[in-house]
């Protein structure tokens, strides 16, 4: 999985840059994201001889995604479709060492931008701020895998 975590930190570097300068995480790069994370999954499940593990990631990245969109589209320009694309792929590139783990990197990442943007609107004195979403995101998934490496 060193592999795997190398290529998925290099896409996830790019992409948290993007969404910093232009406000934007490209679907290109994001279905980079999601091809490293599918195939290290099923890699990893190859080579332990365990699917079950795989099915759980999977899972979790579904009702992580379908969670997310409905927030969404219900709360319109608090969090766009790449960042919810980009969420699936935090959740999937670290399920596949537990369920849980993937679902704390979101959650991490989301708590990061909670913050970001509680600091961004006292020192601003302005409460319609839109903030990148996908640097925090970025930030959980590597603050997760780093503990979980330990």
Same mark, same amino acid.
């Given at each position: 999985m060193g592999a795997a975590l190398i290529a998925t930190a290099t896409v996830y570097a790019v992409l948290a840059v993007s969404d910093l300068r232009v406000r934007r995480l490209p679907h290109r790069l994001t279905a980079a994201a999601w091809m490293t994370a599918v195939l290290a999954t099923l890699t990893e499940a190859t080579a332990r001889g365990e699917l079950a593990p795989a099915a759980e990631a999977f899972t979790t990245t579904i009702g992580v995604v379908v969670l997310l969109l409905g927030i969404a589209f219900a709360l319109p320009g608090q969090l766009g479709l790449g960042d919810v694309n980009l969420a699936? /792929? +935090? +959740?999937?590139?670290?399920?596949?060492?537990?369920? /849980?783990?993937?679902?704390?990197? +979101?959650?991490v990442g989301l708590v990061l931008q909670a913050v970001v943007a509680a600091v961004a609107v006292v020192a601003s004195a302005e409460s319609n701020i839109r903030l990148p979403c996908g640097p925090s995101l970025v930030a959980g998934w590597l603050i997760t895998a780093v503990v979980v490496a330990l």
């Open positions: 699936g /792929t +935090v +959740v999937l590139s670290l399920a596949w060492s537990g369920w /849980t783990t993937g679902l704390i990197a +979101v959650l």
